[in-house]
Nanobody, 126 residues
Framework: HVQLVESGGGSVQTGGSLKLSCVAS????????MAWFRQFPGQAREAIAT??????PTSYVDSVKGRFTISRAGNTLYLQMNSLKPQDTALYYC??????????????????????WGQGTQVTVS
C-alpha cells in the first residue's frame, strides 16, 4: 500500500550536483528498507544506495561511493548526487521493502524484496 513519488531529476553539466527526493505515503507499522536504483537504457535496474528503517545508510555501489549520499527524514528519501559524470545518466527510481529476517538491506540484494517503486526521474549529465 506504500506509494512513492520521485522528483528532482533534470539535466546538469559534468561535475555538477543534483538532489533527488522521494516522498512516501501509505506506510504501515512495518519497518522499511529504502533504496535508490538506476536504469541505463536497455539495461536492468541497478541498486546504488540503501538506507535501513533506523535511518542508517547501509550500502553504496562502488561507482557512486564518495559522490552520492543517501538519507531519509520523515517520509522523504533523498539522494544527494555530487561530481556527476556522463555515465551517471539514467532513470533513477526509489524503492521500499519491508525488513524481514533473512533479507539484507543492501545493494547486494538487488531488486529482490523491494515491493514498492516510484515512477522514476530522469537524470542527464553532459
Amino acid at each position: 500500500h506504500v506509494q512513492l513519488v520521485e522528483s528532482g531529476g533534470g539535466s546538469v553539466q559534468t561535475g555538477g550536483s543534483l538532489k533527488l527526493s522521494c516522498v512516501a505515503s501509505g506506510y504501515t507499522n512495518d519497518n522499511y528498507c529504502m533504496a535508490w536504483f538506476r536504469q541505463f537504457p536497455g539495461q536492468a535496474r541497478e541498486a546504488i544506495a540503501t538506507v535501513d528503517s533506523r535511518g542508517r545508510p547501509t550500502s553504496y555501489v562502488d561507482s557512486v561511493k564518495g559522490r552520492f549520499t543517501i538519507s531519509r527524514a520523515g517520509n522523504t528519501l533523498y539522494l544527494q548526487m555530487n561530481s556527476l559524470k556522463p555515465q551517471d545518466t539514467a532513470l533513477y527510481y526509489c524503492a521500499a521493502g519491508t525488513e524481514k529476517r533473512g533479507w539484507l538491506c543492501a545493494v547486494s540484494a538487488g531488486t529482490a524484496g523491494f515491493a514498492y517503486w516510484g515512477q522514476g526521474t530522469q537524470v542527464t549529465v553532459s
